[in-house]
């Protein structure tokens, strides 16, 4: 059974930092793409950033790039998303999604429960 | 980067009927669009991948469909459960946009 356990959210003050993490277990965990989504209060669904099976590719909306960074530990089946310079408007619940073999064409099909971050003074 | 839009916005509809939701890409995002349905508090859920290939025990009376950039998503017989939001996303082209949501709520 595929599992996805996120956690590190909270609360930190504008311009802080948060790590995530992403817990995967129940499938061959370095074959595949992931994602982090994250979706505001209240609002609807944004992609955020994704990376290749072996981590040698990323990409990342335009809202976090230069400031959020995606990574993944294959040996430990995590998957990781550094937040810095955090604003008011990246307050949301982030939710890490398995994708496909590849990062582009295949849908996410698999989805952690989220972990809420609160950026707030 | 490639925008969706989801029409309508919002559904008020009855057990058993048919519903149609419909996203349109600004450009040409070939069969590389998904839809997800998400309920109050939950995770989204995969319905439909590559546009009209339904997800492994997703019911058959949720199907997709597409013509050139405009997709569908229909339901053929709505069900109590299905009462939610549903999302499409395009993996065409990075950023992998979704729309921004169609609410189905019961009339």
């Known amino acids: 059974e595929v599992q996805l356990l996120e956690s590190g959210g909270g609360l930190v003050q504008p311009g802080g930092s948060l790590r995530l993490s992403c817990a995967a277990s129940?499938?061959?965990?370095?074959?595949?793409?992931m994602s982090w989504v994250r979706q505001a209060p209240g609002r609807g669904l944004e992609w955020v950033s994704a990376?290749?099976?072996?981590?040698?590719?990323?990409e990342y909306a335009g809202s976090v790039k230069g400031r959020f960074t995606i990574s993944r530990d294959n040996s430990k089946n995590t998957l990781y998303l550094q937040m810095n310079s955090l604003r008011a408007e990246d307050t949301a619940v982030y939710y890490c999604?398995?994708?496909?073999?590849?990062?582009?064409?295949?849908?996410?099909?698999?989805w952690g429960q989220g972990t809420l971050g609160t950026v707030s003074s | 980067d490639i925008q969706l839009t989801q029409s309508p916005s919002f559904l008020s509809a009855s057990v058993g009927d048919r519903v149609t939701i419909t996203c349109r890409a600004s450009?040409?995002?070939?069969?590389?669009l998904a839809w997800y349905q998400q309920k109050p508090g939950k995770a989204p859920k995969l319905l439909i991948y590559y546009a009209s290939t339904l997800q492994s025990g997703v019911p058959s009376r949720f199907s997709g469909s597409r013509s050139g950039t405009e997709f569908t998503l229909t339901i053929s017989s709505l069900q109590p459960e299905d009462f939610a939001t549903y999302y499409c996303q395009q993996l065409n082209t990075d950023p992998f946009t979704f729309g921004p949501g169609t609410k189905v709520d019961i009339k």
């Open positions: 129940g499938f061959t965990f370095t074959t595949y793409a």
């Open positions: 990376i290749s099976g072996s981590g040698d590719r990323t």
């Open positions: 999604a398995k994708g496909g073999r590849t990062i582009f064409g295949e849908a996410l099909d698999y």
């Open positions: 450009q040409v995002i070939t069969n590389y």
